[in-house]
């Protein structure tokens, strides 16, 4: 049983309604900061086991789980004497699989859709019992909040029935690494694993054995005896009085059982060991009968490179038939985990990467370094082949732009080597605006070929190709070959001269060759002092149309 | 699929033959309703004894609550859009909207006033309109109700199916035709209580529930009707089943098993016998009798058990001492009385709770009833 559905109203950064579709096996979420990446996994493991911050949200009803927009909304409603429903937070979660009675009983057309669908709804939703109060409460004039005291919570299925945690076919397991948490020493998400991964025979002997234990504890003489002697001093009743364990708990154990690791109790150990071995846990559940969905908040916390690698890879090679949803902010899990299952976030909106070729996934896969994320996350890309063409780009906008950086207005300029067209492919999958910086190399056909998808007749608007078709050429030789008189250096002096350049460069280069041969000889460092110098340099047309393409004004 | 109604009388192992089907398949999603919560109570009680354990894709669950769950609330919506609170209890005709001068009701249209059609004030559902409700959910719905039902049981079994009235009886064709199996089992002497009256299938009533199948059911997918498999009560003893049969003299007579099992303990007070009033506490001590009466009015004696008539349906006693109803004595004085169904019924019942003894309480004088003996008669002459 997997989550096809998920959509969210009312909760936390969602205003009104959120939906996002997820993938039946791995879900790599990103999105800004802000963007709700965190607030999808919450709403998931909070309606597949009612815990909000590890705690049981039932008892723990607040306003401040309410967006903040929706509290505003109504609060200026109810000042105009409106008199408007109290709002409420609603958690879906649309289910599909196997055609399993389990499945089939969750059916039924209590759903936003008002379709029939297999499917849990969570809500924290005013009760009618409280009518009266509120009605009072309106004509007071006093409220200020959502009056979260006549609230209450509530899980059913679409079927309209009432569900308990415990009756629910799917269960989640939720490892956040970015949080402590931690309960009566022992942390509950681990313990909450470990129990989920019992088999009820298991659980049987466990809390068997722990019976055992602690009747054996209260059959020890010392024991006995100090509850004689309590027995004799105190008086205070006609009852006997006497120190016992606690046995009234069905499951004492879970809660007095601690998980070790070595020698180590679990919440001794390093906080990177410890997402790794809760994901490992949550992976390696076994109960056969439950589908599983696992959450993972941003992995890349506390984890070193290699130790993010070792996870990711258990991740992928212990998947099975499990549903993961990863959020993070890091290129490399992203790629690593596959870009097929990437969903952007923002503005309340979804985009998905799912029709990348299988040969350009693999690359980032295995090329896990680049930062498709950056791509993926910016409002516009000037992608870029190395160093220099990024800090002389760079510079041209801050001299056009008052001396603002791109970044500063939402423009990301992206070093992707030779992989122009691995970066194009998603950039047209979610429709960013980009633009190619890149030399021609003297062969402008071969460029128009290479780019054929992107100009001419099949020119996108969101996507430009920016380089100078006029081919340059002279007399200089590279050992057997002819110098390339067709990238970036040789461009920038045919729109500068000597003097300007040899002045910002502090060379005193005697002539345009040398010049040439000293630029080419030291690439980033020319880049650098154009990128520094006090003075600006003129830039050749086609990094201009980049810029412009790109607007961020 | 595999559809079956089995017609039998009292004692003849008609829960039993579901449970048996149960346990031939333990792991099939069954449902097995009944009318009644008493019932319902007894057949898991059966089912523990038998199996040891209620397998997890069994599910007991009276008809009401069944309908409820699975044929209401699923699809309620778009048919009406308030929440259906649960279900309420009635033994007239609901949804009565006002009265006219001379007095006759006039009640709510169910197509313009829908929901005071169907439910009450407090959002309760009428339970003589449940199972109207459920198709109209499923024909509104395109057939979504009893597909998703037929998904989420592979096989569903109704207990005490005579209990089944109007538009019952429609939507059992429905789960007939559905890709499930569905077996019944079901005496129509045994009508106790009927879960609703409405016009709707009248001519059925009173558990004529196979003339129903045979007359309405098409041949898609058919229903095999049984009404010879279960012929031997396994509990009432000859006397019994002749006392009882003389009730329903146009139905198959049931008659006493006599493998050795059943009759294998022959208690030494058998038969059928007429208790004065004032020997009745007497009689109780004698034979640990268990009292039936009609309902709490009828005064019995205390210390000793009492059911309800209707309520014991489905419970076995060695042996029984009914309070008969004013009808009850005038049939056992002259047999071609005739008995309203639901008395008839009652009566019926009540006989064939016992093993070994059926009393029936009469200030008799000297009449003398054929096959019934006067009980504390020879013991007076002998003091």
Known sequence: MRIEKVVIENFKCFHGRFQIDLNDGLNVIVGQNESGKSTIIEAIHLCLTGLFNGRYLRNELSQYLFNKKTETDYLSAVKEGNSPEPPHILIELYLKGEDTPELANLIGNLNSDGESASGLRYMVHFNDDYKGEYEKLLESGTLRSIPIEFYRDSLKSFARRERTIRSLPLRSALVDATKVRTQSGSDVYVSRIIRDNLEDDDRVQISQAHRKMREGFMEEPAVKAISEKIGDDAKISDQNISISVDLSTQNAWETSLMTYLGDTPFHFIGRGEQSIIKTKLALSHKRAKEANVVLLEEPESHLSHSKLTQLLKSIQDDIGTKQIVVSTHNSFVANKLGLEGLILLSNQQTAKLDHLTPDSRDFFMKLAGYDTLRLVLCESAILVEGDSDELVVQRAYMDGHSGKLPLQNGIDVISVGTSFLRFLEIAEEIGTRVAVVTDSDGDVAAVKKKYQSYLGENAKDHIRICFDEEVDDGPLNEGENKFNYNTLEPKLLKVNDLNSLNGILGGAQASNDELLVSMRANKTEVALKIFEADTSITYPQYILDAIEHCGGE | ?383
Not at chain 2, 55 to 81: A, K, M, T
Not at chain 2, 299 to 320: I, M, P, Q, W, Y
């Open chain 2, 1 to 383: 699929m595999e559809n079956k109604l089995i017609i039998a009388g009292a004692g003849s192992g008609k829960t039993r033959f579901l449970i048996e089907r149960v346990a031939e398949n333990p792991d099939r999603r069954t449902l097995i309703t009944t009318y009644t919560d008493a019932n319902g109570e007894e057949i898991r009680r059966k089912l523990l004894k038998h199996l040891g354990y209620i397998p997890e894709n069994v599910v007991i669950q009276n008809w009401f609550s069944f309908l409820l769950e699975h044929g209401v609330r699923p699809y309620q919506g778009d048919v009406i859009d308030t929440e259906i609170t649960g279900m309420m209890l009635v033994n007239t005709r609901s949804g009565l909207k006002t009265r006219t001068y001379q007095g006759h009701p006039v009640y709510f249209a169910e197509d313009t006033e829908t929901e005071r059609f169907y439910l009450a004030k407090d959002g309760r559902i009428f339970s003589d309109k449940i199972s109207r409700f459920v198709l109209r959910c499923d024909k509104h719905h395109g057939g979504k109700v009893i597909e998703r039902l037929s998904r989420v049981f592979r096989c569903v079994m109704i207990d005490e199916v005579q209990d089944l009235a109007g538009c019952d009886l429609d939507l059992i064709l429905k789960l007939l035709d559905a890709p499930m199996d569905i077996v019944m089992v079901g005496d129509p002497r045994q009508v106790t209580y009927l879960t609703h009256r409405e016009q709707k299938n009248k001519n059925y009533e009173y558990g004529r529930i196979a003339d129903f199948i045979k007359e309405k059911k098409k041949k898609k997918t058919p229903c095999e009707i049984d009404e010879e498999i279960l012929a031997h009560s396994h509990r009432n003893n000859a006397a019994i089943c002749a006392f009882s049969s003389s009730l329903y003299p146009q139905l198959n007579p049931t008659m006493p098993c006599t493998c050795d099992s059943c009759r294998s303990d022959v208690a030494e007070h058998q038969g059928i016998f007429l208790v004065r009033p004032e020997d009745v506490l007497h009689y109780l001590g004698q034979h640990d009798a268990v009292q039936l009466r009609w309902d709490r009015s009828v005064k019995v004696e205390r210390g000793f058990s009492v059911h309800n008539l209707g309520a014991s349906k489905g419970l076995t006693f060695d042996h029984v001492l009914i309070y008969p109803t004013g009808d009850m004595v005038s049939w056992l004085k002259d047999r071609s009385f005739e008995l309203k169904p639901g008395t008839k019924a009652k009566l019926y019942v009540g006989i064939t709770r016992a093993r070994h003894s059926v009393a029936i309480v009469y200030q008799f004088n000297d009449e003398v009833i054929e096959g019934v003996e006067n009980f504390g008669v020879d013991e007076a002459s002998v003091t």
